[in-house]
Every structure is written in C-alpha cells, then in structure tokens.
C-alpha cells in the first residue's frame, strides 16, 4: 500500500528522474520522452506545456502509471512506483484524481452516479454514505442542481465539472488534469480554471496540469515545465519564464501570448514586459518622449500582475526612455538601433 | 369476402399452424437464450484478449478468433447436418425441437459473440481510461464500466441475432426440426399449397418484425446518448 504523507515537511511531492518512454512502432521506435529530470513540489499548480507530440500527456500519465516508463523513475513522496501492481496500483490510483479533455464520464450514469462510482470502485461506505458524499461533491463543484442529469444533458464544462467531482471523491492529494480545458469554450475555461484555483487553495491540492494553451499556465500556475520532442527546454517560475526565457521554445511560447502587432511598421516598436505594478508611464513621465499603445495586458498571474505591451517609444529622448525603463525592471525587447 | 378467404385458403389448418408456430417459438427462445450464455463470455474474451483490448492476447485472440470464424463460414444447413453426431450425444435425437437446439445454438453464438465484441469496441476509449484512472481492476472495468456502456449495443446484437434465428430455424425446419419452416416446405413446396406458404412467410415476417420493434424499443430505454 501506499501512504501519500500530505503533511510532511518534504516540500517535493512527484519526482521523475532519467525517465524515458520509447514507443515500438510498426517500423522503428518513437521516443515520446528522453532523459526527463523533473520535480513538481507539494501544493503548487505545475505546469506541463508543449505543442502536439512533445510527450506532455505521456509524463504526467507516468504519475498514475497509465503509461509505464522505459528507462527511469517516478517517485510519489519518496516511493518508487516502479513495484505497484494489482491491489497497490489500484490504492495509488484512488489516491490521484484524473481528469481529461473528454471528461470519460460514463453514459449510462446520471452526475450522481458518475461521483459515486468512484467510491465503489474503491469499495468505500455503504450506498447511502456514498451517495450523500457524492452530493456533497456535486455541491462543491456547483451541480448539486443537476445531480440526476445523464452527461448527454450537460454542458462541456458542466460535464467537466461532475468529473472533478469524481476525481475528488477517494480525498486525493494530487489531481491531474490532461488538456482538462482543451474541449472547452472560453467561457466554460475560464469557470474550471478558477475552480482549480480554489481547489488548490481551500484543499491544498496539488495540481498537474497538461495544456498546449500559454494562456492556461499564465492565469493558473505557479510553475511550468516545457517540453518539446520528449525533452525538457525549460523549467521555471511562471514569472521567470515569460519575463526571461531561455530557450527558444520558451520564447516562443512567451512571444505567441503576445503577438507583435502586424500594422505597426514603425522601427521604434518595442515589446515591454514587467512583474508587479505598472510603471510604464512613472518611468517616461518629464523626458521629451511619445508613448503609444498598440497592444497589451496587464493580467493576474498566480504570483502577481504581469504586463506585457507591444509600444512605439520616439523623440529625442527616446535612448534614455528605454534605459530608464530597463533600470525600472521593465524587459526592453525588439529594439531597432 | 370470408367465403372467397376460406375458399381460398383451403388447406390451411389453423391447429397445425399454432402447433408449427409454438415449435417455432421453443427453437427461437431455447436458441437464443443459450447463444447468450455461450456468447456473451466468447465476445468478452475477444474483446478483451484483442490487440486494442484491456489484455491483449494474440494466442487467445487467434484461438477464439478461428474458431467463431470456422463456426460462421459453414452454411447452417450444412453445418447443422455435419453436427448430427454431436447432436445425438448431446440431447439424444437429432429431430424435433431438442434436436434443433445445439446446432441452432453453435451457429448464432459466434455470431452473437462477434457482435458483442464490436460493442465493446464502441464503448468510448476516454472513459475506460477514465475508470481505468479511479483504479478499477481488469474486472471492474469489465463489469462495471464495458458492459453497462456497451448495453444499448448489446441489445442490438442480440436482437440481430434473434432475427438471424428465426432464418436459421426455418432451415433447421427442412431437414427435420418441425416448426414454420416445416410447414412451408412439406406443404407449401411439395404439396404446392400456396396458401399454406403465405401463411407461414406472413407469420414469418411478423415475428422478425416483433423482435425489431421489442430490440429497438429497449435499446431507445437503455440509451442516454
């Protein structure tokens, strides 16, 4: 059996270390991933992003062992899953709730009993126990309402939302969420993102989250990983990688949130990003510069406010504008002598 | 118009009609209900040993594979005179309604159980891997989660084969089972009572037509898609 200890000092929580995953294919092999060494740490909301085929959805399905390592390990508080099998797989797995982009909801059962057949499963309470607590579940992520609709009579989101639910029903400490939001409208994205936020903060869950959306790791996470063809580009605080990314992959995850403005031909066009408050006009105000705005945002990312505009900055002063700006902590980038 | 109908149908005799239709029926329902229970754990075992099942297994695929197969390329007449042997050791005449049940039966099972296999295979792979995830065992995805998705296409396979039944036992009829099928060759072909024929197609068709309508009804009540 394994013990998942939530109140341990041991801030890491999930660690993979030299893990690989070769796929035989009909002619050939296919490495999904290569060499992975990553640690995701108790309660934060982890990041795995990556376009198609980078081997994101492959790694965090190692987590729960959908998917078995070649080469490397997983470890879960210090514990190899390398041994589980039959009756130790099946308590770790109660213990991980899952979630995908096609929620994998059962047909033929109404919200209700979706959540409580997660407790069946691991033959928990009786069936009045178990359906109280289901309803409790379904009260928690909103549906109390629609407890006894079959799936075909909710929503994207509100199906997503009954298979939060089940997940949540064994009391897991860590949920994964493979591309959870990628079937949905915005409107239905934004509503579970923020119910994942919440989770994470009222239960101290620890979320893994699989996306190919920057926009999803900006508003949600605390970390993020990037891979790219099964290998790991960059790893880092949310902040650290959209305000000063390493890799190319990570500039270009960072660029894409963003893009340069096609009408502005100016050569005076910089892209300005900054953490915490805004500074932009402080900075400038009393020099014999232009500012104009082409495009932006200022968003909320976990940590803080995160600005990001694409201006012209022109006038005499236009040199010392920018070096007053980067002395304020803004990043200054796409400068044309 | 009653006077021209029984002028007509002179040579039916509606005594021997019920008692032809009532065999009908025993060979039907005896058939179908073990070509369930012979059927549904061969299509499971398929389902499951196949290369995209929960336990891939190519010797157990290829072995239950063959012989669904071998079972289905014979022809039921034929198949049902090459059984003979096993039919006498099994119910102890190979005539009558007991004497059309095992060759009824080891024609529509595999049948049954390659229909059941492609309803499984329906079943929506998210939501094995969904249950898969919450730490269902073999068996519990199985029982819990295969079976209870797939039922509205098991239903479906079912009722196909009850329809396919009702063709065999009309075959299993002319080489000695009794039933409508009987009737229609000793009296409709080789008597040329062509009213005795029309009787038993009509009734014939009205029994397919019954079994749809049941199949497709309990398929729409097990359904919530």
Known sequence: ?337 | MTEFLSAFFVNVDSGEILRASLETLGMLFGALVLSIVLGLPLGIGLSVTSPSGLAPNRLSYGALSLIVNVLRSVPFVILFILLIPVTLALVGTSLGVRGAIPPLVLGAAPFLARLIEMALREVDPAVVEATQALGASKRQIVWRTLLPEALPGLIAAVTVTAIALVSYTAMAGVVGAGGLGDLAVRYGYQRFQTDVMLVTVVLIILLVQGLQVAGDALVARFSHK
Not at chain 1, 82 to 111: E, N, P, V
Not at chain 1, 300 to 327: F, I, M, N, Q
């Open chain 1, 1 to 337: 059996m394994v013990e998942i200890n939530t109140t341990s000092a041991q801030a890491d929580l999930i660690r993979f270390s030299g893990l690989s995953k070769r796929f035989q294919l009909k002619r050939g092999h296919q490495d999904a991933l290569a060499g992975i060494d990553l640690t995701i740490r108790r309660g934060e909301i982890f990041g795995i992003i990556g376009p198609s085929g980078s081997g994101k959805s492959t790694l965090i399905r190692m987590i729960n062992r959908l998917e078995r390592p070649t080469q490397g390990r997983v470890e879960i508080d210090g514990v190899d899953l390398a041994g589980l099998d039959g009756a130790a797989l099946s308590a770790l797995r109660h213990k991980l709730g899952m979630i995908f982009q096609q929620f994998g909801l059962l047909s033929t059962k109404t919200a209700l009993q979706n959540v409580a057949f997660a407790l069946e499963l691991a033959g928990t309470g009786t069936a009045s126990s178990r359906k109280a607590r289901a309803l409790e579940l379904l009260e928690r992520v909103g549906l109390s309402a629609h407890a006894d609709k079959y799936p075909a009579q909710l929503s994207g989101g509100q199906k997503q939302r009954v298979a939060i639910a089940r997940a949540l029903a064994n009391n897991p400490n860590i949920l994964l969420c493979d591309e959870a939001t990628s079937a949905l409208d915005p409107y239905a994205t934004q509503d579970i993102l923020s119910l994942l936020t919440d989770l994470n903060r009222d239960l101290g869950l620890t979320i893994v989250l699989v996306t190919h959306e920057m926009e999803v790791v900006r508003q949600v996470c605390d970390r993020v990983a990037i891979l790219d063809q099964g290998r790991l580009a960059e790893v880092g605080a949310v902040a650290d990688v959209l305000l000063d990314p390493q890799s190319p992959e990570a500039v270009a995850l960072a660029a894409h949130l963003l893009p340069r403005p096609e009408n502005v031909a100016s050569s005076e066009l910089v892209r300005l990003t900054w953490f915490g408050e805004d500074r932009l006009h402080a900075t400038v105000s009393g020099l014999d510069v232009w500012v104009s705005l082409h495009a932006g945002q200022v968003s909320h990312l976990k940590s803080g406010l995160y600005g990001d505009v694409w201006a012209t900055v022109s006038g005499p002063e236009r040199l010392t504008a920018l070096a007053r700006l980067r002395d304020a902590g803004l990043k200054v980038g796409e400068v044309a002598s």
